[in-house]
């Protein structure tokens, strides 16, 4: 059988793959990166019996030979999809929001196996309580988890995965428990600050800071990743106009595509210019601290009050 699974809920895809890859041993799972490997060895894999049992996977990350992208690799795909081994369950992966539906193997896997999506926004609640399965957890609890570490699959997944262990022995999730065993992320905060320093609404822009400044968060590490965050929203904004796809602009930025989604769903409500005119003043406040010009503690509470 053959998979195509694309999209960019990387947390879907991973738990896809687990599904797929229930009751195979380890030792016939096979996995290639086509960003590193050559797409013929993927498929020579693909097309020869296992040594150690009837069935075996080979998962092909990045095939990106399945989107708008121009690849040399079509026809290697053409011919394994008309001689397909039966022993082999061979799965594609493109961490891409959407395929291009015209090309010839696109049509082809579709005839010949499975294509399945995964862009749809996933409900971090109820992934909380699918991942706290045989727990007891309040509503309320799983609400503070997500404002603690956020939404991304991942990162929930390990602390809960954490939390479990702890609480192998109590299956009642407390709220207590959420503040001593996750670590809150200034990320996102980050964007609450940052909202609120472009509304203009200083007491609660303050508010924040100091709260950040309690947690013995140093000054000069948010300005540097207040500007950090600015420059991937202008750039992700900028990008996005061009018509470059959540993928496409995570690769340019280096960064994972998940920051770029965030990234672009922060900047909506901003100007590319008001982004660019803050990113420029807290490159100005990180030569100064660096320089000594500027008292490190009153430079971003001075950005703040402009």
Same mark, same amino acid.
């Given at each position: 059988?053959?998979?195509? &699974?694309?999209?960019?809920?990387?947390?879907?895809?991973?738990? $896809?793959?687990?599904?797929?890859?229930?009751?195979?041993?380890? /030792?016939?799972?096979?996995?290639?990166?086509?960003? *590193?490997?050559?797409?013929?060895?993927?498929?020579?894999?693909?097309?020869?019996?296992? %040594? +150690?049992?009837? @069935?075996?996977?080979?998962?092909? =990350?990045?095939?990106? /030979? +399945?989107?708008?992208?121009?690849?040399?690799?079509?026809?290697?795909?053409?011919?394994?999809?008309?001689?397909?081994?039966?022993?082999?369950?061979?799965?594609?992966?493109?961490?891409?929001?959407? &395929?291009?539906?015209?090309?010839?193997?696109?049509?082809?896997?579709?005839?010949?196996? @499975?294509?399945?999506?995964?862009?749809?926004?996933?409900?971090?609640?109820?992934?909380?309580?699918?991942? +706290? @399965?045989?727990?007891?957890?309040? =509503?309320?609890?799983?609400?503070? #988890?997500?404002?603690?570490?956020?939404?991304?699959?991942?990162?929930?997944?390990?602390?809960?995965?954490?939390?479990?262990?702890?609480?192998?022995?109590?299956?009642?999730?407390?709220?207590?428990?959420?503040?001593?065993?996750?670590?809150?992320?200034?990320?996102?905060?980050? +964007?609450?600050? !940052?909202?609120?320093? !472009?509304?203009?609404?200083?007491?609660?822009?303050? $508010? %924040?800071?100091?709260?950040?400044? @309690?947690?013995?968060?140093?000054?000069?590490?948010?300005?540097?990743?207040?500007?950090?965050?600015?420059? !991937?929203?202008?750039?992700?904004?900028?990008?996005?106009?061009?018509?470059?796809?959540?993928?496409?602009?995570?690769?340019?930025?280096?960064?994972?595509?998940?920051?770029?989604? #965030?990234?672009?769903?922060?900047?909506? *409500?901003?100007?590319?210019?008001? #982004? %660019?005119?803050?990113? *420029?003043? #807290?490159?100005?406040?990180?030569?100064?601290?660096?320089?000594?010009?500027?008292?490190?503690?009153?430079?971003?509470? %001075?950005?703040?009050?402009?």
């Amino acid at each position: 059988m053959v998979y195509l &699974l694309y999209g960019t809920k990387e947390f879907g895809i991973e738990e $896809e793959i687990k599904t797929l890859s229930k009751n195979i041993d380890e /030792m016939n799972i096979s996995k290639y990166d086509l960003n *590193n490997d050559m797409l013929s060895l993927a498929l020579e894999d693909a097309k020869t019996m296992s %040594l +150690f049992g009837d @069935k075996k996977i080979v998962i092909i =990350y990045n095939a990106n /030979m +399945f989107t708008g992208i121009t690849s040399k690799d079509s026809e290697k795909i053409e011919d394994y999809l008309n001689h397909i081994n039966k022993n082999t369950i061979l799965i594609f992966v493109v961490h891409n929001d959407k &395929l291009d539906s015209r090309k010839k193997i696109t049509k082809l896997i579709k005839e010949k196996g @499975k294509i399945k999506e995964f862009n749809d926004e996933l409900d971090s609640t109820n992934l909380v309580r699918r991942l +706290f @399965k045989d727990y007891n957890i309040e =509503y309320s609890t799983i609400k503070l #988890l997500i404002d603690r570490v956020g939404n991304n699959p991942l990162i929930l997944q390990n602390e809960i995965n954490k939390i479990k262990i702890y609480k192998e022995n109590d299956k009642t999730i407390t709220d207590e428990d959420i503040l001593n065993l996750t670590v809150k992320l200034i990320e996102i905060d980050i +964007f609450k600050l !940052i909202d609120y320093i !472009i509304k203009k609404d200083k007491e609660k822009a303050l $508010e %924040l800071y100091y709260e950040m400044l @309690k947690m013995n968060e140093e000054p000069i590490k948010i300005v540097v990743i207040l500007a950090n965050q600015f420059r !991937i929203m202008y750039q992700s904004k900028e990008l996005l106009k061009k018509g470059y796809s959540e993928k496409d602009i995570a690769s340019i930025l280096k960064i994972h595509p998940y920051r770029v989604k #965030l990234a672009i769903q922060n900047s909506r *409500n901003y100007t590319s210019e008001t #982004l %660019l005119k803050h990113l *420029n003043n #807290l490159a100005d406040i990180d030569i100064g601290i660096k320089t000594g010009t500027l008292n490190k503690d009153l430079a971003l509470e %001075l950005f703040i009050l402009k």
